[in-house]
């Protein structure tokens, strides 16, 4: 069974950074693409990241220049590193894991409880 922890959430002003982080098994990152969405209330989740097993990686045209995805295999972590926040980015953010590098929901099996980013203006 896939289990994903997300952590890093939180508040923070406009501009500012924040780094999250989706804790999972190795054998996750080594068997599976990973990916972050995210998702307001009352509107359907959309992708933000995704990094596929062979390190490509692939961005939101919202997020690209912003947002860095990348793998700590030592650490089996997936992480988000968001700078230049603006008040938009304000979401749950949810770490995925399935088949594909895509931004699509529809491609990932498995998926973390999420964790809160607040970005205020």
């Known amino acids: 069974q896939v289990q994903l922890v997300e952590s890093g959430g939180g508040s923070v002003q406009a501009g500012g950074s924040l780094r999250l982080s989706c804790t999972a098994s190795?054998?996750?990152?080594?068997?599976?693409?990973m990916a972050w969405f995210r998702q307001a209330p009352g509107k359907e989740r959309e992708g933000v990241a995704a990094?596929?097993?062979?390190?490509?990686?692939r961005y939101a045209d919202l997020v690209k220049g912003r947002f860095t995805i990348y793998n700590d295999i030592d650490k089996s972590t997936l992480n988000l590193q968001m700078n230049d926040l603006k008040p938009e980015d304000t979401d749950m953010y949810y770490c995925?894991?399935?088949?594909?590098?895509?931004?699509?929901?529809?491609?990932?099996?498995?998926w973390g409880q999420g964790t809160q980013v607040t970005v205020s203006s």
């Open positions: 995925a894991a399935g088949w594909t590098a895509s931004l699509g929901t529809s491609e990932y099996k498995y």
């Open positions: 990094i596929g097993n062979d390190g490509i990686t």
């Open positions: 190795r054998y996750t990152y080594s068997n599976y693409c």
